[in-house]
């Protein structure tokens, strides 16, 4: 049975699409790929259908990360298929919950940044959309920082599933 992982952002361009290319890869070394699917989304639908912002895709890809991407909005119905929802800031995180159907949807939403020991209190990764190419270059550095944690975490509970 698949796991499933679902970041969400603001306009699935910027954090969420850099969070899952990045977890994708910590999946695909784990040799989880078969059992556990990744997919990001936004709160809102401004950008969908759109690649991933131009600089996302270059910190991307100077990192060994894919970047190709198409974004879409979020929907409230994902939620009963999802395992796992991972938003990218606390104004996420709220405007997830608002939209679960269920108090265990809600349980399901999770701030990335909650899988990073180092994070602290600030488990926010700003949106690096307004700024230059060094915000793109931090949101990677601390989407790197949660994914092993993350990866753990869905790792116990993938334990004993079968594809």
Not at 114 to 139: I, K, N, T
């Amino acid at each position: 049975m698949t796991y499933r992982v679902c970041f969400v952002c603001t306009g699935n361009i910027c954090r969420s699409p850099m969070a899952e290319s990045v977890f994708r890869a910590r999946v695909t070394e784990a040799g989880l790929d078969g059992l556990v699917e990744v997919d990001s989304a936004g709160t809102g639908g401004w950008h969908e259908g759109d690649g991933a912002d131009p600089r996302t895709v270059s910190v991307l890809e100077e990192h060994g990360y894919d970047g190709g991407h198409t974004a879409r909005q979020f929907q409230p119905g994902w939620f009963s298929r999802l395992d796992l929802v991972v938003a990218l800031d606390a104004g996420h995180l709220k405007a997830l919950r608002r939209l679960a159907p269920t108090s265990a949807d809600a349980g399901k939403v999770r701030l990335l940044r909650s899988y990073d020991p180092a994070a602290g209190d600030d488990l926010d990764v700003p949106d690096p959309y307004y700024g230059g190419r060094d915000g793109f270059e931090e949101c990677l550095e601390m989407v790197e920082a949660a994914s092993e944690g993350l990866l753990a975490a869905v790792r116990e509970q993938t334990e004993g599933r079968v594809v």
